[in-house]
């Protein structure tokens, strides 16, 4: 991945690195940095769900971790802090069977994740998201 480097006004916000790093410019953000609450969203049937969420404007962003991956990662919370800095809501999650949520790894499938990303995306966000 080649790195790439996100601007406002004039200023560096946010740079994705190489190896997928990002950094967070704290200037851009007057040297605030919030972090958001875990909360679990219970499913019948289903493993809770671990999630962070913001509120805020809309079209929203809604982080989907990569493999391996959890929303405790660096990226997913310098997108987190990029979006508060820009007032949008922002959503991440962690996978059944990955970081906080519930359900054991070894027994989960790629299809069982997207089950968990489209129950996010239909009972967790509100309207458009990114």
Same mark, same amino acid.
């Given at each position: 991945m080649a790195a790439s480097v996100l601007r406002s006004c004039g200023k560096v916000i946010l740079k994705i690195g190489p190896r997928g790093t990002a950094a967070l410019s704290p200037k851009c953000l007057g040297g605030i940095r919030q972090k958001s609450t875990v909360q679990?969203?219970?499913?019948?049937?289903?493993?809770?769900?671990?999630?962070?969420?913001v509120k805020g404007k &809309?079209? /929203? *962003?809604?982080?989907?971790?990569?493999?391996? +991956?959890?929303?405790?990662?660096?990226?997913?919370e310098a997108l987190e802090e990029f979006c508060r800095s820009l007032g949008h809501s922002y959503l991440r999650f962690d996978y059944t069977g990955c970081?906080? &949520?519930? /359900? *054991?790894?070894?027994?989960?499938?790629?299809? +069982?994740?997207?089950r968990d990303v489209l129950f996010v995306l239909d009972e967790l966000v509100d309207g458009p998201q990114w």
């Open positions: 679990y969203a219970s499913r019948p049937d289903l493993p809770k769900l671990a999630y962070r969420k &809309s079209p /929203g *962003v809604v982080f989907l971790p990569g493999f391996a +991956s959890n929303m405790g990662g660096q990226k997913a970081g906080a &949520s519930e /359900g *054991v790894g070894a027994e989960c499938t790629v299809g +069982s994740w997207k």
